[in-house]
């Protein structure tokens, strides 16, 4: 709601400085001003906010036609439906519809609201401001607990650096594991081969990895890897593993 309620303040700022142009444009063609010149003159006062010159002559012949005691800075009623698929009630539906479903299409919502779909782009991303976006992916999800601890020794390592310098950094150990196939096929880039313009194309048959494959437990520091070991097969990965590999 607070999204709608700006949009619409946009909107009636939008129109108050519509009639002010216009305003001005009566008052400049009855000192007998050009156009061009009632627009380049505006332009250095409102700036993007100018009319383009093309209103400012249909303006000005307008004026220029009317009774001046009939005439009026506001639009004339015109005949017609009028547009009522972007009011506020239908703006507040589609946000209430957003709120309970997030991935709600706009074919589903101008079904239910049986307005057209392209006003429905227009409420959602214009007079809302929504935007669809993907969701971040991450590589697990962590508990209070677990953020807290890593945010602790976070902050012990910017202190030991402060006092310690690059030295600490020199120290610090990291280790990971992953999965090493037995054979991974060579990928587009490195099959690149230079040839003529006239040559064949080199074909390339489909490979896939292998399907055997061992994991790697690997440990590295700034100067590079100083450890790599490969688990046997038949063992698995406990505490006491990595109590024997710390060792090593």
């Known amino acids: ?38 627009h380049r003159r505006m332009r250095a ?13 249909r303006w000005a012949r307008t004026v220029k036609g009317d009774n001046p ?4 800075l506001h639009d004339q009623a015109r005949s017609g439906r009028p547009i009522t698929a972007v009011d506020e009630q239908h703006q507040a539906r589609v946000d209430e519809l957003i709120h309970v479903n997030r991935r709600i299409k706009q074919k589903d919502v101008a079904t239910m609201l049986e307005i ?7 409420i959602i ?6 935007r669809k976006v993907c969701a971040r992916w991450v590589p697990r999800m962590l508990t209070p607990e677990m953020k807290h601890r890593r945010h602790q020794a976070c902050q012990e390592h910017l202190m030991r650096y402060e006092r310690e310098g690059d030295d600490f950094i ?30 064949p194309t080199p074909k390339k048959f489909k490979t896939v990895a292998s399907a055997g494959k061992v994991l790697m437990t690997i440990f590295w520091d700034c100067q590079g890897v100083i450890h790599t ?18 060792k090593k």
């Open 1 to 38: 709601m607070l999204r709608m309620r700006t949009t619409l303040s946009k909107m009636a700022s939008y129109m108050e400085i519509r009639l002010k142009q216009r305003a001005v444009i009566e008052f400049l063609t009855a000192e007998g001003c050009v156009p061009i010149d009632m």
């Open 45 to 57: 006062v409102y700036g993007d906010a100018c009319v383009d010159v093309s209103t400012v002559r």
């Open 69 to 72: 005691a009939t005439m009026t």
């Open 116 to 122: 057209s779909t392209e006003r429905v782009h227009h």
């Open 125 to 130: 991303h214009v007079l809302l401001g929504y």
């Open 170 to 199: 020199c120290r610090i150990v990291t280790g990971d594991e992953s999965w090493v196939h037995h054979y991974d096929p060579e990928n587009k880039r490195q099959s690149m081969e230079y040839r003529h313009k006239n040559s």
């Open 229 to 246: 070991e490969f688990l046997e097969r038949g063992n698995t990965v406990n505490s006491d593993r990595y109590v024997e590999t710390m």
